[in-house]
């Protein structure tokens, strides 16, 4: 089938280009080389690749309208391939060139067009360009490798990288590029099914190893609480086993001490008088426990002598605590300690109690 004459044209006109891109490119790529091996010289007022993109979007919707193209992405194009991948999306790249011959018709009747505007949009596609004349858009240029222009590729996720899954040079119609894009993205929604699918077992992964170490914590907490707990009850019994202890060897000490003490006073007690010594009192001596006692004392002996002799008779009894009472009347025979001790006699205990 021969070709129109204006097909043959535009063919011949771009085989004629090829040269000149070449040249064109090369210079670019050997200016960029050579101001890499200059680090240190500052490049005061050179756009960042943001502002390349930025000034990209602005200078295309000046053009061609800003409401009537696809939502650019202002981005560096590394940017744009991260969001693609952590929004797990396809991300379209469109690569501009003033200066080729079909530029403004696909820019007019394809980019601009309301279907395709409509078809990126409900597809979630993330559209990146930029001018291959600037250096971002050169970077990406050595990165695309394309031949012709217009320029489109497809970039996806797939086997865990992103991926150029698609490259579509040269002029095509509307409907053509979108067929083209909705075979691609059919043929390559799998692998982002794949992809989400990996991602939610790994956040269902990460969700169940927080619950596990959620639950594993709690229960060291509780653990270590009932280990506290124990340790603390083993702790006050302890405390409690070293007091009883204690009070069991202080009573000791005591009662050691009390039985010395009485047998001290045991062997310093008086004889007792006669029964028919006119000084002699007779008193009767009756113990908590029931136990009565009768001895007969001096008048004049101290009343001390008569507590020395009741503490003496009766092993429960503990030195200083305990006091004598006369049964009628009822009255405390007290020791003064601060004053001279009163004998039987003053204290009423003569001839007899």
Same mark, same amino acid.
């Given at each position: 089938?021969?070709?129109?004459?204006?097909?043959?044209?535009?063919?011949?006109?771009?085989?004629?280009?090829?040269?000149?891109?070449?040249?064109?490119?090369?210079?670019?790529?050997?200016?960029?080389?050579?101001?890499?091996?200059?680090?240190?010289?500052?490049?005061?007022?050179?756009?960042?690749?943001?502002?390349?993109?930025?000034?990209?979007?602005?200078?295309?919707?000046?053009?061609?309208?800003?409401?009537?193209?696809?939502?650019?992405?202002?981005?560096?194009?590394?940017?744009?391939?991260?969001?693609?991948?952590?929004?797990?999306?396809?991300?379209?790249?469109?690569?501009?060139?003033?200066?080729?011959?079909?530029?403004?018709?696909?820019?007019?009747?394809?980019?601009?067009?309301?279907?395709?505007?409509?078809?990126?949009?409900?597809?979630?596609?993330?559209?990146?360009?930029?001018?291959?004349?600037?250096?971002?858009?050169?970077?990406?240029?050595?990165?695309?490798?394309?031949?012709?222009?217009?320029?489109?590729?497809?970039?996806?996720?797939?086997?865990?990288?992103?991926?150029?899954?698609?490259?579509?040079?040269?002029?095509?119609?509307?409907?053509?590029?979108?067929?083209?894009?909705?075979?691609?993205?059919?043929?390559?929604?799998?692998?982002?099914?794949?992809?989400?699918?990996?991602?939610?077992?790994?956040? &269902?992964?990460?969700?169940?190893? /927080?619950?596990?170490?959620?639950?594993?914590? $709690?229960? =060291? @907490? #509780? *653990? !270590? +609480?009932?280990?506290? &707990?124990?340790?603390?009850?083993? /702790?006050?019994?302890?405390?409690?086993?070293? $007091?009883? =202890? @204690? #009070? *069991? !060897? +202080?009573?000791?000490?005591?009662?050691?001490?009390?039985? /010395?003490?009485?047998?001290?006073?045991?062997?310093?007690?008086?004889?007792?008088?006669?029964?028919?010594?006119?000084?002699?009192?007779?008193?009767?001596?009756?113990?908590?426990?029931?136990?009565?006692?009768?001895?007969?004392?001096?008048?004049?002996?101290?009343?001390?002598?008569?507590?020395?002799?009741?503490?003496?008779?009766?092993?429960?009894?503990?030195?200083?605590?305990?006091?004598?009472?006369?049964?009628?009347?009822?009255?405390?025979?007290?020791?003064?300690?601060?004053?001279?001790?009163?004998?039987?006699?003053?204290?009423?205990?003569?001839?007899?109690?």
């Amino acid at each position: 089938t021969a070709l129109p004459i204006s097909s043959w044209s535009e063919t011949f006109v771009a085989w004629l280009y090829i040269p000149f891109r070449f040249v064109r490119s090369a210079f670019i790529g050997f200016l960029h080389f050579v101001v890499s091996l200059i680090p240190s010289i500052p490049l005061t007022g050179v756009p960042s690749g943001v502002d390349e993109v930025r000034a990209f979007v602005a200078a295309f919707s000046a053009r061609y309208g800003v409401a009537d193209h696809p939502p650019f992405h202002v981005s560096t194009y590394g940017d744009a391939v991260v969001k693609a991948r952590q929004d797990i999306c396809f991300l379209l790249v469109y690569l501009h060139s003033w200066d080729h011959q079909e530029t403004h018709r696909f820019c007019r009747d394809v980019m601009c067009a309301r279907a395709f505007v409509d078809y990126v949009r409900e597809n979630n596609l993330i559209v990146w360009s930029c001018d291959v004349n600037s250096r971002e858009g050169y970077k990406v240029s050595m990165v695309m490798r394309e031949t012709s222009y217009p320029f489109l590729a497809v970039v996806c996720i797939h086997d865990s990288r992103m991926t150029i899954v698609d490259r579509i040079e040269g002029y095509m119609t509307c409907d053509a590029l979108i067929g083209r894009l909705v075979e691609t993205l059919e043929n390559n929604e799998p692998s982002l099914v794949v992809a989400r699918e990996e991602r939610y077992r790994r956040h &269902e992964s990460v969700a169940l190893r /927080e619950q596990q170490d959620h639950a594993y914590l $709690e229960s =060291l @907490r #509780k *653990d !270590q +609480e009932k280990e506290k &707990e124990k340790q603390e009850r083993e /702790e006050a019994a302890q405390r409690e086993k070293e $007091e009883r =202890l @204690r #009070k *069991d !060897q +202080e009573e000791k000490n005591r009662a050691k001490t009390l039985a /010395e003490l009485r047998e001290s006073k045991r062997g310093h007690l008086p004889a007792e008088p006669a029964s028919d010594d006119k000084d002699a009192t007779k008193i009767q001596i009756r113990f908590p426990s029931g136990k009565r006692l009768e001895r007969r004392f001096k008048k004049t002996d101290s009343l001390q002598i008569l507590y020395d002799f009741v503490f003496c008779e009766d092993d429960t009894l503990d030195i200083d605590r305990f006091v004598l009472f006369t049964t009628y009347p009822r009255k405390e025979l007290r020791l003064n300690r601060d004053d001279s001790v009163p004998t039987l006699e003053q204290s009423s205990l003569h001839p007899s109690a």
